[in-house]
Protein backbone atom coordinates (compact mmCIF):
# COMPACT_ATOMS: atom_id res chain seq x y z
CA UNK A 1 0.00 0.00 0.00
CA UNK A 2 1.93 3.45 -1.21
CA UNK A 3 0.59 6.84 -0.70
CA UNK A 4 0.68 9.41 -3.66
CA UNK A 5 4.24 10.13 -3.71
CA UNK A 6 5.54 6.39 -3.81
CA UNK A 7 6.24 5.94 0.10
CA UNK A 8 5.07 2.87 1.42
CA UNK A 9 2.67 2.28 4.11
CA UNK A 10 1.94 -1.35 4.43
CA UNK A 11 3.61 -4.50 2.92
CA UNK A 12 2.21 -8.03 2.39
CA UNK A 13 4.70 -10.68 3.61
CA UNK A 14 5.33 -12.09 -0.08
CA UNK A 15 5.27 -8.62 -1.60
CA UNK A 16 8.68 -7.45 -3.21
CA UNK A 17 10.01 -4.47 -2.06
CA UNK A 18 9.39 -1.64 -3.60
CA UNK A 19 11.85 1.70 -4.09
CA UNK A 20 11.19 4.70 -6.37
CA UNK A 21 14.27 3.64 -8.63
CA UNK A 22 12.06 0.94 -10.20
CA UNK A 23 13.97 -1.98 -8.00
CA UNK A 24 11.68 -4.15 -5.99
CA UNK A 25 13.89 -5.38 -2.88
CA UNK A 26 16.96 -4.49 -5.33
CA UNK A 27 16.12 -8.02 -7.32
CA UNK A 28 14.29 -7.02 -10.12
CA UNK A 29 13.45 -3.98 -12.77
CA UNK A 30 10.55 -2.75 -14.51
CA UNK A 31 10.53 -3.75 -18.34
CA UNK A 32 11.01 -0.39 -19.70
CA UNK A 33 12.16 2.32 -17.92
CA UNK A 34 9.73 4.77 -19.75
CA UNK A 35 7.25 2.49 -17.39
CA UNK A 36 8.39 3.77 -14.37
CA UNK A 37 7.94 7.42 -15.81
CA UNK A 38 4.23 6.02 -16.81
CA UNK A 39 3.37 4.87 -12.79
CA UNK A 40 4.80 7.89 -11.16
CA UNK A 41 2.82 10.01 -13.47
CA UNK A 42 0.03 8.41 -13.00
CA UNK A 43 -0.03 8.64 -9.45
CA UNK A 44 0.51 11.63 -9.42
CA UNK A 45 -3.07 11.87 -10.97
CA UNK A 46 -4.80 9.67 -9.48
CA UNK A 47 -5.01 7.00 -12.33
CA UNK A 48 -4.01 3.41 -12.07
CA UNK A 49 -2.62 0.99 -14.49
CA UNK A 50 -0.51 -1.74 -15.03
CA UNK A 51 3.34 -2.97 -15.91
CA UNK A 52 5.69 -5.81 -16.52
CA UNK A 53 8.30 -6.60 -13.41
CA UNK A 54 11.25 -9.46 -14.45
CA UNK A 55 13.01 -10.22 -11.16
CA UNK A 56 16.46 -11.25 -11.39
CA UNK A 57 16.61 -15.06 -12.22
CA UNK A 58 12.67 -15.15 -11.55
CA UNK A 59 9.52 -15.50 -13.59
CA UNK A 60 7.86 -12.28 -14.20
CA UNK A 61 4.59 -10.84 -13.13
CA UNK A 62 1.98 -7.94 -14.11
CA UNK A 63 2.33 -5.46 -11.35
CA UNK A 64 -1.10 -3.53 -11.10
CA UNK A 65 -1.65 -0.02 -9.02
CA UNK A 66 -4.90 1.58 -8.60
CA UNK A 67 -5.92 4.64 -6.61
CA UNK A 68 -8.04 3.13 -3.36
CA UNK A 69 -9.53 7.19 -2.88
CA UNK A 70 -8.39 7.13 0.18
CA UNK A 71 -5.85 9.66 1.74
CA UNK A 72 -4.72 9.56 -1.83
CA UNK A 73 -3.17 5.86 -1.48
CA UNK A 74 -2.23 3.36 -3.57
CA UNK A 75 -2.47 -0.67 -3.97
CA UNK A 76 -0.56 -2.44 -5.57
CA UNK A 77 -0.78 -6.29 -6.70
CA UNK A 78 1.71 -8.34 -8.56
CA UNK A 79 0.43 -11.66 -10.61
CA UNK A 80 3.04 -13.82 -12.44
CA UNK A 81 3.15 -13.29 -15.80
CA UNK A 82 2.52 -17.79 -15.80
CA UNK A 83 -0.69 -17.70 -14.17
CA UNK A 84 -2.19 -14.75 -16.57
CA UNK A 85 -0.39 -16.22 -19.62
CA UNK A 86 -2.01 -19.63 -18.80
CA UNK A 87 -5.49 -18.09 -17.95
CA UNK A 88 -4.69 -16.49 -21.33
CA UNK A 89 -4.16 -20.13 -23.31
CA UNK A 90 -7.03 -21.35 -22.16
CA UNK A 91 -9.01 -18.98 -22.84
CA UNK A 92 -7.59 -18.24 -26.40
CA UNK A 93 -8.10 -22.47 -26.02
CA UNK A 94 -11.75 -22.00 -24.93
CA UNK A 95 -12.33 -19.22 -27.83
CA UNK A 96 -10.76 -21.47 -30.56
CA UNK A 97 -12.97 -24.73 -29.48
CA UNK A 98 -15.98 -22.80 -29.45
CA UNK A 99 -14.94 -20.94 -32.41
CA UNK A 100 -14.46 -24.13 -34.14
CA UNK A 101 -17.92 -25.86 -32.90
CA UNK A 102 -19.65 -22.77 -34.07
CA UNK A 103 -17.81 -23.12 -37.62
CA UNK A 104 -18.80 -26.62 -37.89
CA UNK A 105 -22.51 -26.08 -36.72
CA UNK A 106 -22.31 -22.78 -39.46
CA UNK A 107 -21.38 -24.95 -41.50
CA UNK A 108 -23.41 -27.57 -41.03
CA UNK A 109 -26.25 -25.01 -41.20
CA UNK A 110 -25.70 -23.76 -44.42
CA UNK A 111 -25.47 -27.10 -45.84
CA UNK A 112 -28.93 -27.66 -44.94
CA UNK A 113 -29.84 -23.95 -45.96
CA UNK A 114 -27.74 -24.95 -49.39
CA UNK A 115 -29.92 -28.60 -49.68
CA UNK A 116 -33.16 -26.35 -48.74
CA UNK A 117 -32.94 -23.86 -51.59
CA UNK A 118 -31.81 -26.59 -54.25
CA UNK A 119 -35.25 -28.11 -53.14
CA UNK A 120 -36.84 -24.87 -53.52
CA UNK A 121 -35.76 -24.13 -56.69
CA UNK A 122 -36.32 -27.41 -57.81
CA UNK A 123 -40.02 -27.16 -56.65
CA UNK A 124 -40.19 -23.32 -58.18
CA UNK A 125 -38.70 -24.89 -61.30
CA UNK A 126 -40.93 -27.93 -61.62
CA UNK A 127 -44.05 -25.90 -61.01
CA UNK A 128 -42.88 -23.28 -63.41
CA UNK A 129 -42.99 -25.97 -65.88
CA UNK A 130 -45.84 -27.97 -65.08
CA UNK A 131 -49.64 -27.58 -64.80
CA UNK A 132 -51.10 -27.39 -61.18
CA UNK A 133 -54.02 -29.01 -61.76
CA UNK A 134 -53.23 -31.86 -64.01
CA UNK A 135 -49.41 -32.31 -63.09
CA UNK A 136 -48.80 -32.30 -66.88
CA UNK A 137 -46.55 -30.16 -68.52
CA UNK A 138 -47.05 -26.55 -69.86
CA UNK A 139 -46.42 -25.13 -72.77
CA UNK A 140 -43.01 -23.76 -71.81
CA UNK A 141 -42.10 -27.77 -70.88
CA UNK A 142 -43.07 -28.98 -74.26
CA UNK A 143 -41.10 -25.77 -75.70
CA UNK A 144 -37.66 -26.90 -73.92
CA UNK A 145 -38.32 -30.48 -74.94
CA UNK A 146 -38.97 -30.05 -78.43
CA UNK A 147 -35.75 -27.25 -78.68
CA UNK A 148 -33.79 -30.46 -77.01
CA UNK A 149 -34.51 -32.85 -79.93
CA UNK A 150 -31.40 -33.54 -82.53
CA UNK A 151 -33.63 -35.12 -85.40
CA UNK A 152 -37.03 -34.45 -86.07
CA UNK A 153 -36.93 -38.24 -87.52
CA UNK A 154 -40.32 -39.87 -87.12
CA UNK A 155 -41.84 -37.21 -85.05
CA UNK A 156 -45.33 -35.03 -84.94
CA UNK A 157 -46.78 -32.38 -82.55
CA UNK A 158 -50.39 -33.08 -82.59
CA UNK A 159 -52.52 -30.43 -80.55
CA UNK A 160 -56.20 -30.61 -79.89
CA UNK A 161 -58.99 -29.30 -78.04
CA UNK A 162 -62.20 -30.62 -76.05
CA UNK A 163 -64.72 -28.34 -77.74
CA UNK A 164 -67.53 -29.02 -75.34
CA UNK A 165 -65.60 -28.86 -72.19
CA UNK A 166 -66.84 -24.89 -71.12
CA UNK A 167 -70.42 -26.67 -71.50
CA UNK A 168 -69.36 -29.38 -69.17
CA UNK A 169 -68.16 -26.65 -66.66
CA UNK A 170 -71.61 -25.57 -66.88
CA UNK A 171 -73.54 -28.20 -66.92
CA UNK A 172 -72.16 -30.43 -64.13
CA UNK A 173 -69.48 -28.07 -62.43
CA UNK A 174 -66.27 -27.41 -61.70
CA UNK A 175 -64.80 -30.18 -59.75
CA UNK A 176 -66.19 -32.92 -62.03
CA UNK A 177 -64.80 -30.76 -65.30
CA UNK A 178 -61.45 -30.84 -63.27
CA UNK A 179 -61.50 -34.71 -62.21
CA UNK A 180 -62.39 -35.81 -65.84
CA UNK A 181 -59.43 -32.96 -66.92
CA UNK A 182 -56.88 -35.04 -64.48
CA UNK A 183 -58.17 -38.67 -65.83
CA UNK A 184 -57.50 -37.41 -69.26
CA UNK A 185 -54.00 -36.08 -68.61
CA UNK A 186 -52.96 -39.26 -66.56
CA UNK A 187 -54.55 -41.22 -69.54
CA UNK A 188 -52.59 -38.95 -71.88
CA UNK A 189 -49.05 -39.94 -70.17
CA UNK A 190 -49.65 -43.66 -69.80
CA UNK A 191 -50.12 -43.63 -73.59
CA UNK A 192 -46.49 -42.29 -74.76
CA UNK A 193 -43.33 -43.58 -74.55
CA UNK A 194 -40.19 -42.66 -72.57
CA UNK A 195 -39.28 -39.94 -75.49
CA UNK A 196 -42.57 -38.31 -76.19
CA UNK A 197 -43.83 -35.52 -74.12
CA UNK A 198 -48.12 -34.82 -73.40
CA UNK A 199 -48.67 -30.90 -72.12
CA UNK A 200 -51.55 -28.69 -71.55
CA UNK A 201 -51.68 -25.89 -73.08
CA UNK A 202 -54.70 -24.24 -71.78
CA UNK A 203 -57.95 -25.07 -70.19
CA UNK A 204 -59.24 -27.84 -72.75
CA UNK A 205 -56.14 -27.84 -75.19
CA UNK A 206 -53.41 -30.48 -74.86
CA UNK A 207 -50.42 -30.67 -76.99
CA UNK A 208 -48.46 -34.32 -77.65
CA UNK A 209 -45.03 -34.44 -79.34
CA UNK A 210 -44.53 -38.26 -80.65
CA UNK A 211 -41.81 -40.32 -82.00
CA UNK A 212 -42.68 -43.24 -83.67
CA UNK A 213 -40.60 -45.44 -86.26
CA UNK A 214 -43.96 -46.16 -87.89
CA UNK A 215 -44.01 -42.90 -89.04
CA UNK A 216 -47.14 -40.72 -89.80
CA UNK A 217 -49.59 -44.05 -90.42
CA UNK A 218 -49.01 -45.24 -87.04
CA UNK A 219 -49.13 -42.19 -85.52
CA UNK A 220 -52.65 -41.51 -86.76
CA UNK A 221 -53.56 -44.56 -85.51
CA UNK A 222 -52.75 -43.55 -82.34
CA UNK A 223 -54.13 -40.48 -82.22
CA UNK A 224 -57.75 -42.12 -83.25
CA UNK A 225 -56.91 -44.22 -80.37
CA UNK A 226 -56.22 -41.95 -77.92
CA UNK A 227 -59.30 -39.97 -78.90
CA UNK A 228 -61.90 -42.85 -78.63
CA UNK A 229 -60.35 -43.67 -75.32
CA UNK A 230 -60.76 -39.82 -73.84
CA UNK A 231 -64.48 -39.81 -75.53
CA UNK A 232 -64.94 -43.30 -73.04
CA UNK A 233 -63.48 -41.34 -69.58
CA UNK A 234 -66.65 -41.01 -67.65
CA UNK A 235 -67.70 -37.84 -66.39
CA UNK A 236 -68.33 -38.47 -62.27
CA UNK A 237 -68.92 -36.28 -59.04
CA UNK A 238 -68.04 -39.66 -57.05
CA UNK A 239 -71.51 -40.90 -56.81
CA UNK A 240 -72.83 -40.20 -60.15
CA UNK A 241 -71.75 -41.45 -63.48
CA UNK A 242 -72.86 -39.24 -66.40
CA UNK A 243 -72.97 -40.10 -69.97
CA UNK A 244 -71.80 -36.81 -71.68
CA UNK A 245 -68.91 -37.10 -74.32
CA UNK A 246 -66.29 -35.69 -75.18
CA UNK A 247 -66.13 -33.82 -78.20
CA UNK A 248 -62.54 -33.21 -79.75
CA UNK A 249 -60.68 -31.21 -82.61
CA UNK A 250 -57.07 -31.92 -83.55
CA UNK A 251 -54.59 -30.60 -85.42
CA UNK A 252 -51.07 -32.49 -86.68
CA UNK A 253 -48.05 -31.32 -87.75
CA UNK A 254 -45.01 -34.09 -88.73
CA UNK A 255 -41.87 -32.49 -88.43
CA UNK A 256 -39.70 -32.16 -91.62
CA UNK A 257 -36.83 -29.52 -90.94
CA UNK A 258 -34.31 -29.33 -87.66
CA UNK A 259 -33.99 -25.98 -87.62
CA UNK A 260 -37.89 -25.05 -87.11
CA UNK A 261 -38.83 -23.13 -84.03
CA UNK A 262 -41.25 -24.34 -81.89
CA UNK A 263 -43.30 -21.76 -82.31
CA UNK A 264 -43.70 -22.21 -85.78
CA UNK A 265 -44.83 -26.01 -85.66
CA UNK A 266 -47.51 -25.05 -82.82
CA UNK A 267 -48.83 -22.61 -84.80
CA UNK A 268 -49.51 -25.05 -87.46
CA UNK A 269 -50.69 -27.51 -85.59
CA UNK A 270 -53.09 -25.09 -83.96
CA UNK A 271 -54.20 -23.48 -87.23
CA UNK A 272 -55.48 -27.12 -88.48
CA UNK A 273 -57.01 -28.19 -85.54
CA UNK A 274 -58.79 -24.33 -85.43
CA UNK A 275 -60.06 -25.44 -89.07
CA UNK A 276 -61.74 -29.03 -88.05
CA UNK A 277 -63.42 -26.58 -85.76
CA UNK A 278 -65.74 -25.85 -88.99
CA UNK A 279 -66.86 -28.97 -89.54
CA UNK A 280 -69.72 -29.98 -88.11
CA UNK A 281 -71.83 -32.87 -86.07
CA UNK A 282 -68.18 -34.79 -85.30
CA UNK A 283 -67.39 -36.43 -82.25
CA UNK A 284 -63.55 -36.06 -82.56
CA UNK A 285 -62.23 -34.66 -85.88
CA UNK A 286 -58.27 -34.47 -86.95
CA UNK A 287 -56.23 -33.54 -90.02
CA UNK A 288 -52.49 -33.36 -90.75
CA UNK A 289 -51.40 -30.30 -92.15
CA UNK A 290 -51.50 -30.46 -95.78
CA UNK A 291 -48.81 -28.60 -98.46
CA UNK A 292 -52.33 -26.40 -99.80
CA UNK A 293 -53.00 -25.73 -96.02
CA UNK A 294 -49.45 -24.63 -95.33
CA UNK A 295 -49.13 -22.17 -98.26
CA UNK A 296 -52.13 -20.71 -96.81
CA UNK A 297 -50.25 -20.17 -93.82
CA UNK A 298 -47.64 -18.60 -95.41
CA UNK A 299 -49.78 -16.57 -97.23
CA UNK A 300 -51.44 -15.62 -93.70
CA UNK A 301 -47.84 -14.65 -92.07
CA UNK A 302 -46.83 -12.38 -95.10
CA UNK A 303 -50.31 -10.86 -95.36
CA UNK A 304 -49.76 -10.29 -91.13
CA UNK A 305 -46.36 -7.98 -91.94
CA UNK A 306 -48.30 -6.05 -94.52
CA UNK A 307 -51.41 -5.07 -92.20
CA UNK A 308 -50.77 -2.02 -90.57
CA UNK A 309 -49.06 -0.47 -93.83
CA UNK A 310 -52.52 -1.18 -95.73
CA UNK A 311 -54.09 0.71 -93.25
CA UNK A 312 -51.74 3.79 -94.32
CA UNK A 313 -52.18 3.24 -97.66
CA UNK A 314 -56.06 3.27 -97.69
CA UNK A 315 -55.85 -0.47 -99.29
CA UNK A 316 -59.14 -1.33 -96.90
CA UNK A 317 -62.13 -0.67 -98.75
CA UNK A 318 -65.63 -0.52 -98.45
CA UNK A 319 -69.00 -3.15 -100.13
CA UNK A 320 -72.28 -2.20 -99.96
CA UNK A 321 -74.77 -5.11 -98.85
CA UNK A 322 -78.32 -3.44 -99.86
CA UNK A 323 -80.79 -3.79 -97.31
CA UNK A 324 -84.55 -4.20 -98.64
CA UNK A 325 -87.97 -3.03 -97.91
CA UNK A 326 -89.87 -5.89 -99.18
CA UNK A 327 -93.04 -5.01 -99.41
CA UNK A 328 -92.32 -1.78 -101.07
CA UNK A 329 -89.16 -3.00 -103.24
CA UNK A 330 -87.13 -0.15 -102.04
CA UNK A 331 -83.36 0.07 -100.83
CA UNK A 332 -83.90 1.32 -96.92
CA UNK A 333 -79.88 0.76 -96.23
CA UNK A 334 -76.81 -0.39 -96.77
CA UNK A 335 -74.17 -2.29 -94.73
CA UNK A 336 -70.69 -1.42 -94.86
CA UNK A 337 -68.35 -5.18 -95.54
CA UNK A 338 -65.01 -3.99 -95.36
CA UNK A 339 -62.34 -5.90 -98.28
CA UNK A 340 -58.57 -5.54 -98.57
CA UNK A 341 -57.46 -4.52 -101.83
CA UNK A 342 -54.34 -6.11 -101.75
CA UNK A 343 -51.65 -4.65 -104.84
CA UNK A 344 -51.14 -8.23 -105.51
CA UNK A 345 -53.47 -10.96 -104.09
CA UNK A 346 -56.42 -8.86 -105.35
CA UNK A 347 -59.70 -8.55 -102.93
CA UNK A 348 -59.52 -10.33 -99.51
CA UNK A 349 -62.23 -11.23 -97.37
CA UNK A 350 -62.32 -10.16 -93.88
CA UNK A 351 -62.36 -13.53 -92.07
CA UNK A 352 -58.55 -13.95 -93.53
CA UNK A 353 -57.89 -9.87 -92.28
CA UNK A 354 -60.01 -9.64 -89.00
CA UNK A 355 -58.14 -11.71 -87.01
CA UNK A 356 -54.73 -9.75 -88.28
CA UNK A 357 -56.02 -6.52 -87.61
CA UNK A 358 -57.16 -7.65 -83.86
CA UNK A 359 -53.83 -9.03 -83.33
CA UNK A 360 -52.23 -5.78 -84.20
CA UNK A 361 -54.56 -3.77 -82.33
CA UNK A 362 -55.71 -2.29 -85.32
CA UNK A 363 -59.41 -3.02 -85.43
CA UNK A 364 -60.24 0.27 -84.03
CA UNK A 365 -58.79 2.00 -87.36
CA UNK A 366 -60.50 -0.21 -89.39
CA UNK A 367 -64.08 0.48 -88.09
CA UNK A 368 -63.08 4.56 -88.26
CA UNK A 369 -62.26 3.85 -91.75
CA UNK A 370 -65.38 2.25 -93.16
CA UNK A 371 -67.24 5.12 -90.77
CA UNK A 372 -65.43 8.07 -92.72
CA UNK A 373 -65.90 6.14 -96.00
CA UNK A 374 -69.12 5.79 -95.07
CA UNK A 375 -69.75 9.89 -94.23
CA UNK A 376 -67.43 10.27 -97.76
CA UNK A 377 -70.35 8.94 -99.36
CA UNK A 378 -73.19 10.07 -97.65
CA UNK A 379 -72.01 13.75 -98.05
CA UNK A 380 -71.35 13.48 -102.09
CA UNK A 381 -75.17 12.82 -102.12
CA UNK A 382 -76.16 15.11 -100.16
CA UNK A 383 -74.09 18.01 -102.43
CA UNK A 384 -75.39 16.25 -105.47
CA UNK A 385 -79.17 16.79 -104.03
CA UNK A 386 -79.58 12.80 -103.30
CA UNK A 387 -81.84 11.67 -100.98
CA UNK A 388 -79.36 9.18 -99.09
CA UNK A 389 -80.18 5.52 -97.21
CA UNK A 390 -78.60 5.58 -93.57
CA UNK A 391 -75.69 2.60 -94.02
CA UNK A 392 -74.07 0.53 -91.15
CA UNK A 393 -70.78 -0.01 -89.89
CA UNK A 394 -69.47 -3.22 -87.56
CA UNK A 395 -68.15 -2.30 -84.39
CA UNK A 396 -65.34 -4.63 -83.27
CA UNK A 397 -65.95 -5.91 -79.79
CA UNK A 398 -62.68 -4.54 -78.68
CA UNK A 399 -63.98 -0.48 -79.38
CA UNK A 400 -66.45 -1.34 -76.40
CA UNK A 401 -63.19 -1.02 -74.05
CA UNK A 402 -61.79 2.49 -75.94
CA UNK A 403 -62.47 5.24 -74.06
CA UNK A 404 -61.29 7.51 -76.96
CA UNK A 405 -63.92 6.05 -79.59
CA UNK A 406 -66.77 7.92 -79.49
CA UNK A 407 -65.03 11.16 -79.41
CA UNK A 408 -62.52 10.18 -82.88
CA UNK A 409 -65.97 9.04 -84.22
CA UNK A 410 -67.60 12.32 -83.50
CA UNK A 411 -64.55 14.25 -85.02
CA UNK A 412 -64.94 12.48 -88.22
CA UNK A 413 -69.13 13.33 -88.73
CA UNK A 414 -68.32 16.62 -87.80
CA UNK A 415 -65.30 16.83 -90.65
CA UNK A 416 -67.65 15.67 -93.06
CA UNK A 417 -71.02 17.83 -91.76
CA UNK A 418 -73.09 14.55 -92.06
CA UNK A 419 -76.43 13.87 -89.51
CA UNK A 420 -75.41 10.96 -86.94
CA UNK A 421 -79.00 9.66 -87.29
CA UNK A 422 -77.60 8.66 -91.08
CA UNK A 423 -74.85 6.29 -89.45
CA UNK A 424 -75.87 2.91 -87.81
CA UNK A 425 -73.20 1.37 -85.65
CA UNK A 426 -73.55 -2.45 -85.30
CA UNK A 427 -72.14 -4.05 -81.89
CA UNK A 428 -72.77 -7.71 -81.83
CA UNK A 429 -74.72 -9.52 -79.34
CA UNK A 430 -72.04 -11.42 -78.56
CA UNK A 431 -69.81 -8.27 -77.91
CA UNK A 432 -72.86 -6.67 -75.46
CA UNK A 433 -72.71 -10.56 -73.89
CA UNK A 434 -69.18 -10.73 -72.57
CA UNK A 435 -68.69 -6.98 -71.70
CA UNK A 436 -72.45 -5.90 -71.10
CA UNK A 437 -72.14 -2.69 -68.77
CA UNK A 438 -69.38 -1.83 -71.31
CA UNK A 439 -71.33 -2.24 -74.23
CA UNK A 440 -74.56 -0.89 -73.39
CA UNK A 441 -73.03 2.40 -71.69
CA UNK A 442 -71.45 2.78 -75.03
CA UNK A 443 -74.90 2.05 -77.27
CA UNK A 444 -76.36 4.96 -74.60
CA UNK A 445 -73.59 7.30 -75.24
CA UNK A 446 -73.89 6.88 -79.26
CA UNK A 447 -77.48 7.43 -78.67
CA UNK A 448 -77.27 10.70 -77.28
CA UNK A 449 -75.27 11.79 -79.96
CA UNK A 450 -77.86 10.88 -82.66
CA UNK A 451 -76.25 7.62 -83.63
CA UNK A 452 -78.72 4.61 -84.94
CA UNK A 453 -77.70 1.62 -82.63
CA UNK A 454 -78.47 -2.38 -84.33
CA UNK A 455 -77.88 -5.26 -82.11
CA UNK A 456 -76.16 -7.52 -84.76
CA UNK A 457 -76.43 -11.09 -84.78
CA UNK A 458 -79.26 -11.35 -82.55
CA UNK A 459 -80.53 -15.40 -81.70
CA UNK A 460 -76.80 -16.49 -81.60
CA UNK A 461 -75.96 -15.96 -78.00
CA UNK A 462 -78.39 -17.10 -74.65
CA UNK A 463 -78.95 -13.88 -73.75
CA UNK A 464 -80.87 -12.84 -76.54
CA UNK A 465 -84.32 -11.34 -74.80
CA UNK A 466 -82.46 -9.84 -71.85
CA UNK A 467 -80.97 -7.98 -74.36
CA UNK A 468 -84.04 -6.66 -76.10
CA UNK A 469 -84.96 -5.58 -72.74
CA UNK A 470 -81.78 -3.51 -71.63
CA UNK A 471 -80.24 -2.23 -75.37
CA UNK A 472 -80.99 0.96 -76.15
CA UNK A 473 -81.17 -0.41 -79.94
CA UNK A 474 -83.12 0.85 -82.56
CA UNK A 475 -82.62 -1.69 -84.79
CA UNK A 476 -82.62 -5.89 -84.56
CA UNK A 477 -80.60 -7.70 -87.12
CA UNK A 478 -81.72 -11.30 -87.19
CA UNK A 479 -78.62 -13.85 -87.63
CA UNK A 480 -79.16 -16.14 -90.37
CA UNK A 481 -78.34 -18.92 -87.64
CA UNK A 482 -81.30 -18.12 -86.14
CA UNK A 483 -83.60 -18.44 -88.83
CA UNK A 484 -82.65 -20.94 -90.56
CA UNK A 485 -81.93 -23.58 -88.19
CA UNK A 486 -82.83 -27.12 -88.54
CA UNK A 487 -85.40 -28.71 -86.79
CA UNK A 488 -89.31 -28.44 -86.56
CA UNK A 489 -90.53 -25.74 -89.86
CA UNK A 490 -93.72 -24.96 -87.26
CA UNK A 491 -91.50 -24.31 -83.99
CA UNK A 492 -89.07 -22.62 -85.87
CA UNK A 493 -91.97 -20.09 -87.57
CA UNK A 494 -93.58 -20.02 -83.91
CA UNK A 495 -90.49 -18.36 -82.51
CA UNK A 496 -89.66 -16.59 -85.28
CA UNK A 497 -93.12 -15.15 -85.74
CA UNK A 498 -93.59 -13.90 -81.59
CA UNK A 499 -89.72 -12.80 -81.90
CA UNK A 500 -90.82 -9.95 -84.43
CA UNK A 501 -94.22 -9.05 -82.45
CA UNK A 502 -92.08 -8.69 -79.54
CA UNK A 503 -89.26 -6.43 -81.17
CA UNK A 504 -92.13 -4.49 -82.63
CA UNK A 505 -93.81 -4.47 -79.63
CA UNK A 506 -90.91 -2.85 -78.07
CA UNK A 507 -90.84 -0.11 -81.24
CA UNK A 508 -87.24 -1.99 -82.55
CA UNK A 509 -87.04 -2.26 -86.62
CA UNK A 510 -85.98 -5.77 -87.43
CA UNK A 511 -83.71 -6.52 -90.47
CA UNK A 512 -83.47 -10.44 -91.46
CA UNK A 513 -79.76 -11.53 -92.26
CA UNK A 514 -78.63 -14.06 -94.50
CA UNK A 515 -81.66 -14.45 -96.64
CA UNK A 516 -80.90 -16.46 -99.98
CA UNK A 517 -83.93 -17.88 -101.09
CA UNK A 518 -87.60 -17.20 -102.45
CA UNK A 519 -88.85 -19.50 -99.65
CA UNK A 520 -86.80 -17.85 -96.58
CA UNK A 521 -88.48 -14.42 -97.71
CA UNK A 522 -91.86 -15.56 -98.01
CA UNK A 523 -91.23 -17.40 -94.25
CA UNK A 524 -89.79 -13.93 -92.79
CA UNK A 525 -92.44 -11.71 -94.49
CA UNK A 526 -94.92 -14.28 -93.24
CA UNK A 527 -93.61 -13.29 -89.60
CA UNK A 528 -94.09 -10.02 -90.03
CA UNK A 529 -90.69 -8.81 -90.81
CA UNK A 530 -90.08 -7.02 -93.80
CA UNK A 531 -86.42 -5.43 -93.94
CA UNK A 532 -83.98 -8.00 -95.28
CA UNK A 533 -81.01 -8.42 -96.68
CA UNK A 534 -78.96 -11.20 -98.13
CA UNK A 535 -77.73 -12.93 -101.76
CA UNK A 536 -81.47 -13.33 -102.63
CA UNK A 537 -81.83 -9.04 -103.14
CA UNK A 538 -78.09 -8.66 -104.03
CA UNK A 539 -74.74 -9.48 -103.29
CA UNK A 540 -72.07 -6.82 -101.58
CA UNK A 541 -71.79 -4.26 -104.18
CA UNK A 542 -68.66 -1.84 -105.12
CA UNK A 543 -69.16 1.58 -104.37
CA UNK A 544 -70.03 2.66 -107.83
CA UNK A 545 -72.09 -0.59 -108.60
CA UNK A 546 -74.07 0.70 -105.05
CA UNK A 547 -74.47 4.43 -106.08
CA UNK A 548 -75.98 2.93 -109.76
CA UNK A 549 -78.39 0.80 -108.01
CA UNK A 550 -80.08 3.28 -105.85
CA UNK A 551 -79.65 6.64 -107.91
CA UNK A 552 -79.23 5.86 -111.36
CA UNK A 553 -81.26 2.70 -112.15
CA UNK A 554 -83.61 2.97 -115.29
CA UNK A 555 -86.92 2.68 -112.49
CA UNK A 556 -85.97 6.23 -111.43
CA UNK A 557 -85.02 6.64 -107.23
CA UNK A 558 -85.69 2.97 -105.66
CA UNK A 559 -84.78 4.32 -102.03
CA UNK A 560 -87.02 4.37 -99.37
CA UNK A 561 -85.61 7.49 -97.66
CA UNK A 562 -85.49 7.58 -94.11
CA UNK A 563 -87.78 4.91 -93.05
CA UNK A 564 -85.69 3.90 -89.70
CA UNK A 565 -87.15 7.28 -88.08
CA UNK A 566 -90.77 5.98 -88.55
CA UNK A 567 -92.56 3.42 -86.64
CA UNK A 568 -91.84 -0.13 -87.01
CA UNK A 569 -95.39 -0.79 -86.29
CA UNK A 570 -97.70 1.68 -88.41
CA UNK A 571 -95.60 0.97 -91.50
CA UNK A 572 -95.20 -2.42 -91.73
CA UNK A 573 -97.78 -3.12 -93.87
CA UNK A 574 -97.09 -0.22 -96.33
CA UNK A 575 -98.50 -0.49 -99.54
CA UNK A 576 -96.25 -0.99 -102.89
CA UNK A 577 -95.90 2.29 -104.89
CA UNK A 578 -97.77 2.78 -107.90
CA UNK A 579 -95.76 2.74 -111.30
Known amino acids: LLDRDGALILQGAAAPDFAPDGTFGGEGLLERETELEQLREDMSKGKGGVL ?24 VDQVGLDVVDGAMLALRRAVLAVAGVSALLLGALFAVLLIYLRRQFKRRQSAALSDPLTALPNLKHMQQFYERLTDPQDRAFLMFRITNFDRTNEIFGSAVAAQFLREASAMLTAALGPDELAA ?41 IYDYPCSIVGGVYLLREKDEAFSSVSRKARAMMEAQRKRPDLTFSWSWLDQDFESK ?25 PQYNVLTKEIVGAELLARWDHPTQGLLMPGLFLPMLEAAGCALELDLIMVEQACRMIRSWLEQGLLPVPLSVNLSRLNVHREDFLQRL ?29 ALTLARR ?55 AMAHGLGLWLIAEGVETEEQEEEIKAAGCRLMQGYRFSQPLSEQDFAQLIFADSEGLRTGGDIFSQDPVETRQAPAPTA
Open 297 to 321: LSVQDTLATEIVRAISNGEFIPYFQ
Open 410 to 438: LAITNQYRIPTNLIDLELSERAVTDNSEK
Open 200 to 240: RISEACFGLLFHDKGGAQSIGLRIDELFTKLRRIPLTDGNT
Open 52 to 75: VYRPTGGAGSYLAYAPLEVNGWYL
Open 446 to 500: LKAEGFMVSMDNFGTGASSLALLWDMPADIVKLDRAFLFRSGSATRRRSVLHHTV
